[in-house]
């Protein structure tokens, strides 16, 4: 069964806004993990978060983590056409969900 | 640069023939694993290894086995397709099982 669901299904936005992604989990975790597919292609691998962190920075991301909600978001500031993509979170069994396709409108 | 490389993007098959699908990575990880992808259900685990011969059955290992005679490499076997089996396959390795996991670039599989 899949651990992460991510949350909303589709997002789409205009360039420069930010734009958030959450992600439910069920059971307890060590840590979480955010990707991004672009179209057609396999998964690059954007952040890791323990579950000792409660929030984690990577250039325009920003990961937050919060094990009593069982859930994490994803926060892209300041969006670019090319971060188009779905994005997926998953747990430390390597399990993903089903992902939020991003479109960002130049 | 840790790459992952599957032997072919697209790939058409008949309803019956035995699949072999083939994942190598560079980088010595320990971990490989094959995902397919459908829209909407996102990326399902089929099966993972955690060391050379060895295998665990991921969520849908139905229809599907797989082999890993060398460390570097990592193959998936449809024994006789079905077109329910039509679909994105993702090969991912990681250096250990909860790390960062690379992926490759993904075959498509159509049977017909």
């Known amino acids: 069964s899949q651990q992460g669901e991510e949350d909303p299904q589709a997002l789409s936005i205009q360039e420069g806004e930010n734009a958030t992604m959450n992600c439910s989990y069920k059971?307890?975790?060590?840590?979480l993990q955010w990707y991004r597919q672009n179209s057609g292609r396999g998964l690059v691998h954007l952040i890791l978060i323990r579950s000792n962190e409660r929030e984690k920075h990577s250039g325009r991301l920003r990961v937050t983590l919060d094990t009593s909600k069982k859930s994490s978001s994803l926060l892209i500031t300041a969006s670019r056409a090319a971060d188009t993509a779905s994005y997926f979170c998953a747990t430390d069994d390597m399990r993903f969900g089903a992902g939020t396709r991003l479109t960002v409108k130049p | 640069d840790v790459k992952v490389t599957q032997s072919s993007r697209y790939l058409v098959k008949r309803t019956g023939e035995k699949v072999f699908l083939e994942c190598v990575q560079d980088m010595d990880h320990e971990n490989m694993f094959w995902y397919r992808q459908d829209p909407g259900l996102g990326l399902r685990l089929i099966y993972f290894s955690y060391d050379v011969k060895m295998k665990e059955k991921g969520d849908i290992p139905e229809g599907y086995s797989v082999s890993r005679e060398k460390k570097e490499r990592f193959s998936l076997i449809l024994e006789s397709a079905s077109t329910n089996q039509t679909s994105m396959y993702l090969c991912?390795?990681?250096?250990?099982?909860?790390?960062?996991?690379?992926f490759g670039p993904g075959t498509r599989l159509t049977v017909l």
């Open positions: 991912a390795s990681s250096l250990r099982s909860w790390t960062e996991q690379f």
């Open positions: 059971t307890s975790i060590n840590n």
